[in-house]
T-cell receptor, first 111, second 116 residues
């Protein structure tokens, strides 16, 4: 079945460092891909999405490109801030009710 | 502002008691979902509904029940049959995906249930 694999956390970075969180997926067909962010004690918020191969989703300085050839959707940000500290979830959906989430990657940014 | 509300934010119950978690949305979405989140794990689907008066079991429905009498509301009951009910529960909604179009889910703030 479909699945999403994220890099294990936690990821600890200094402020202004470059961020990459890896996400790879297994799916039949051409799913849509999402990154969600969860701050402590809150629900998930959509960060960005991409619906077809080579699409780049971007929001608040975060970017991810839908790479069909490597089945990846890595999240990047050029310069992280303390306020970016959160848990990040990669997810996919193939056009049905089913959304598959990764296990989440915790990011901690130090001032 | 449109969104999803869940109440209460924290809920404490004694073992053996049923408890109902509230979820309301004003996004005019047809689809609604309940997920369970445990530490270090992704989200696991409990139930989903794509239309009023209809709902389907997800991956971990045992010990839970839902109703969908109104488009805006999708309450979840955690019954005494649920073996390990202490968890963070998230409600979500979306436009129903169809064909080649998949829509993102919108999440509520969650309810943390503790059963002792």
């Amino acid at each position: 079945g479909d699945s999403v694999t994220q890099m294990e956390g936690p990821v600890t970075l200094s402020e202004e460092a470059f961020l990459t969180i890896n996400c790879t997926y297994t799916a039949t067909g051409y799913p849509s891909l999402f990154w969600y962010v969860q701050y402590p004690g809150e629900g998930l918020q959509l960060l960005l999405k991409a619906t077809k191969a080579d699409d780049k989703g971007s929001n608040k300085g975060f970017e991810a490109t839908y790479r069909k050839e490597t089945t990846s959707f890595h999240l990047e940000k050029g310069s992280v801030q303390v306020s970016d500290s959160a848990v990040y979830f990669c997810a996919l959906s193939g056009g049905t009710y089913k959304y598959i989430f990764g296990t989440g990657t915790r990011l901690k940014v130090l001032a | 502002d449109g969104g999803i509300t869940q109440s209460p934010k924290y809920l404490f119950r004694k073992e053996g008691q049923n408890v109902t978690l509230s979820c309301e949305q004003n996004l005019n979405h047809d689809a609604m979902y309940w997920y369970r989140q445990d530490p270090g794990q992704g989200l696991r689907l409990i139930y989903y509904s794509q239309i009023v008066n209809d709902f389907q079991k997800g991956d971990i429905a045992e010990g839970y029940s839902v109703s969908r009498e109104k488009k805006e509301s999708f309450p979840l009951t955690v019954t005494s049959a649920q073996k390990n009910p202490t968890a963070f529960y998230l409600c979500a909604s979306s436009i129903v995906s169809s064909g080649d179009t998949t829509y993102e889910q919108y999440f509520g703030p969650g309810t943390r249930l503790t059963v002792t």
